[in-house]
């Protein structure tokens, strides 16, 4: 009986250092992926609309922003130390450019630049006033101007100020769910 009770006591033993080595290895890969591939974003408010909507849950693109990768018109997950919060906003100047709106126009270094990302019936609900004009502010090495694609409705750069490559997490959006609105909006 005694022999019996060991041989017990070991295999639960064996069973539980199994489960821990299993516990261990799943949370390595899931902390290696989150840091260096894809982190799972959810949307929270209207400041995308309608590109995206509030609730809509994703994945995004964690590799592309540590190659130095962010491009123009990216959806980017930006991080707010300060209140540590997330936004999920759109880049629109890159570090070094010289960003202004007038008329509603974006201008990059003085050159008019289509944002065609822009749903052109929704902006037409704001009667021409849907982008107020932004006088020129010129990028520091590492920084970024985003805005929301809803702009009328959105805290972004033009209250933030620019935004540090620090502070960008992730570009790019795959919507999982809802599941009607699943696909890649950006990446």
Do not use: H
């Not at 390595?28 to 849950?57: A, C, H, K, W």
Request: with cysteine; net charge negative.
């Amino acid at each position: 009986m005694e022999n019996k009770n060991k041989e017990l006591w070991k295999a639960i033993g064996n069973e539980a250092l199994d489960w821990a080595k299993t516990l261990a290895v799943s949370f390595l890969i899931v902390t290696i992926t989150v840091n260096f591939f894809i982190r799972t974003i959810q949307v929270d408010g209207s400041s995308m609309y309608p590109t995206l909507e509030s609730d809509e849950f994703g994945l995004s693109n964690v590799l592309s922003v540590r190659l130095d990768q962010i491009e123009r018109f990216d959806i980017a997950v930006i991080y707010m130390e300060k209140d540590n919060k997330y936004l999920v906003k759109r880049v629109i100047g890159l570090p070094g450019e010289t960003v202004s709106y007038r008329s509603g126009i974006l201008y990059i270094n003085g050159e008019e630049v289509r944002e065609r990302f822009l749903d052109t019936d929704y902006c037409r609900n704001y009667n021409g006033v849907f982008m107020g004009d932004i006088d020129e502010i010129t990028l520091g090495e590492n920084e970024y101007y985003c805005l929301g694609d809803n702009r009328p409705n959105s805290k972004d750069s033009r209250y933030y100020g620019p935004f540090q490559k620090k502070q960008i997490k992730c570009v790019g959006a795959l919507i999982l769910y809802p599941f009607d609105r699943f696909g890649l909006r950006s990446w």
